[in-house]
Each structure stands twice: as structure tokens, then as C-alpha cells.
T-cell receptor, first 114, second 115 residues
Framework: GESVGLHLPTLSVQEGDNSIINCAYSNSASDYFIWYKQESGKGPQFIIDIRSNMDKRQGQRVTVLLNKTVKHLSLQIAATQPGDSAVYFCAENRRQGGSEKLVFGKGTKLTVNP | DAGVIQSPRHEVTEMGQEVTLRCKPISGHDYLFWYRQTMMRGLELLIYFNNNVPIDDSGMPEDRFSAKMPNASFSTLKIQPSEPRDSAVYFC?????????????FGSGTRLTVV
């Protein structure tokens, strides 16, 4: 069935390095994608989003890249800090019938080593 | 704003017992979503409401699960009878609009353990 998934379940980086978290999606009709950050004991928190008519979007220290040809999404975190340690989820906005659903991937755990 | 408030934070119950999870959305938000999170299946949408009316409950696993929203400031998710496979973290989220571009705000979740 259709799904949103992640290539790597875990990622460990050194403080100050750049991090890249990847995500594959299979529904070519999805028009909107979001990256969420979830810290231990908390709910998912919005990081950055991108519409399907864009290839790249930048925020503060984060960049999302969208490659619709291969249905691939990535989140780049510049100068990774210990506070960036969390699980990161990509999510796609999927329209079905008269409703919209935010479908989440399974997540990548990012660990930042001091 | 206190954000989306869920209670209890943790719940341990015995198999067969009824469990009720509670959620208070952000004031002014007219969409409310219930998600379940497990290691195996990730975050799954169970049901969502608009103006207190259930819109899509296709994610509700089975008849043992029910959700209500009696007013704009309160929703419940009930499991009766509970089973060990229901063990998960249940999140409530609210939004001003259905489209996630308007921003879903998640609560801190209820960790349910059924023994």
C-alpha cells in the first residue's frame, strides 16, 4: 500500500556538523509535506513545510528539499546542536475523498554528540 | 495559551477494562485530531472532528474504540474493552483549519499500557 517511510532509522552526528535526514513517499498526488521534530515525552512539533510546486525551502538552520521525480524529501540541519537531538518525522498531506489526512513516516532518531 | 492539554499523561490498566483519554484543544481551533503512535506503525490518524462533528473515523481500529466531542473545548477517546495491543501513546492535536498548512498543535500525549 501507499506509505511514507524513512531510509535511516537512526543518525548520529557530531555537534557542529550538518545533518541530513531522508524520507521517501509513494503518493505522487500529495501536495504538501511537513517535517516534525519530536522530543522525548512530547508531541510532534512543526519544523518546516514545503508545497509540491517547490523544490527547496529554507528556514533558520533548516532546509527542506523535495525531489518529485524520485518522490524523495530531505531535511538538512546546519551546525547541528545537542538540542537538535530528537526523532524527526516527515509527513505528507494526502487528500482522499472529502477529507485530508496527514500521513507520517516512522521517524529517524537523531543523536548529536558533544 | 496553554496549548493542547491531554490527560492523563500515563495510564496503566488491566486487559478488559475501559479506558478514557481526554483532550482539551486550543481555544478557537475548530479541528481536533486523535493520533496513535507505536514503534511498529508510527503515527496513525484515528479520527478527526470539525466543529465537534466527526468527519473521518476510518482510522479507528475497531468497534472497541469510540471518540466524542460534546463541545468545542473537550474530546474523549474511549477504549472498551482494552487489550494489550492497544498499548501506545495517544496524541490529540488541534488546528484552526483542516489543512496542515495552518498548523497542527499536538498535545504531550497519553502513554497507555494495557497489561
Amino acid at each position: 500500500g501507499e506509505s511514507v517511510g524513512l531510509h535511516l532509522p537512526t543518525l548520529s552526528v557530531q555537534e557542529g556538523d550538518n545533518s541530513i535526514i531522508n524520507c521517501a513517499y509513494s503518493n505522487s498526488a500529495s501536495d504538501y509535506f511537513i517535517w516534525y521534530k519530536q522530543e522525548s515525552g512530547k508531541g510532534p512539533q512543526f519544523i518546516i513545510d514545503i508545497r509540491s510546486n517547490m523544490d527547496k525551502r529554507q528556514g533558520q538552520r533548516v532546509t527542506v528539499l523535495l525531489n518529485k521525480t524520485v518522490k524523495h524529501l530531505s531535511l538538512q540541519i546546519a551546525a547541528t546542536q545537542p538540542g537538535d537531538s530528537a526523532v524527526y518525522f516527515c509527513a505528507e498531506n494526502r487528500r482522499q475523498g472529502g477529507s485530508e489526512k496527514l500521513v507520517f513516516g516512522k521517524g529517524t532518531k537523531l543523536t548529536v554528540n558533544p | 495559551d496553554a496549548g493542547v492539554i491531554q490527560s492523563p499523561r500515563h495510564e496503566v490498566t488491566e486487559m478488559g477494562q475501559e479506558v478514557t483519554l481526554r483532550c482539551k484543544p486550543i481555544s478557537g481551533h475548530d479541528y481536533l485530531f486523535w493520533y496513535r503512535q507505536t514503534m511498529m506503525r508510527g503515527l496513525e490518524l484515528l479520527i478527526y472532528f470539525n466543529n465537534n462533528v466527526p468527519i473521518d473515523d476510518s482510522g479507528m481500529p475497531e468497534d472497541r474504540f469510540s471518540a466524542k466531542m460534546p463541545n468545542a473545548s473537550f474530546s474523549t477517546l474511549k477504549i472498551q474493552p482494552s487489550e494489550p495491543r492497544d498499548s501506545a501513546v495517544y496524541f490529540c492535536a488541534s488546528s484552526f483549519m483542516a489543512e496542515p498548512i495552518y498548523g497542527y498543535t499536538f498535545g504531550s500525549g497519553t502513554r497507555l499500557t494495557v497489561v
